[in-house]
């Protein structure tokens, strides 16, 4: 019912900066906790970002913090991921992330997911 469009990914060289963004539509209440999850090669999805309803209650992974932040606009229903001096090591798919719970998000069972973009970062 609830679909997360994402957009933002790409290539860009070691230092350089992507911006995410996802929008969710088709929901009932006036907003979702949202956040972005990260999957490389071989390896588990990971948990990299997350924001509540109102735009509080921001976490971030220990690996980003510093060089990410995470927002929302002011309709609450779009969710940005600024990535800034990006190293070889955040190369991964990047995923959406909502829920009507924002500690659903963070335990990595949301109840939606987006379709997934790809970010890769030149050494």
């Known amino acids: 019912q609830v679909q997360l469009v994402e957009s933002g990914g790409g290539l860009v060289q070691a230092g350089g900066s992507l911006r995410l963004s996802c929008a969710a539509s088709g929901r009932t209440s006036g907003s979702y906790a949202m956040g972005w999850f990260r999957q490389a090669p071989g390896q588990e999805r990971t948990f990299v970002a997350s924001i509540g309803k109102s735009g509080g209650d921001i976490s971030y992974a220990n690996s980003v913090k510093d060089r990410f932040t995470i927002s929302k606009d002011s309709a609450g229903n779009t969710v940005y991921l600024q990535m800034n001096g990006l190293k070889p090591e955040d190369t991964a798919v990047y995923y959406c992330?909502?829920?009507?719970?924002?500690?659903?998000?963070?335990?990595?069972?949301?109840?939606?997911w987006g379709q997934g973009t790809q970010v890769t970062v030149s050494s």
């Open positions: 992330a909502a829920d009507n719970i924002r500690v659903a998000i963070k335990a990595g069972r949301p109840s939606y």
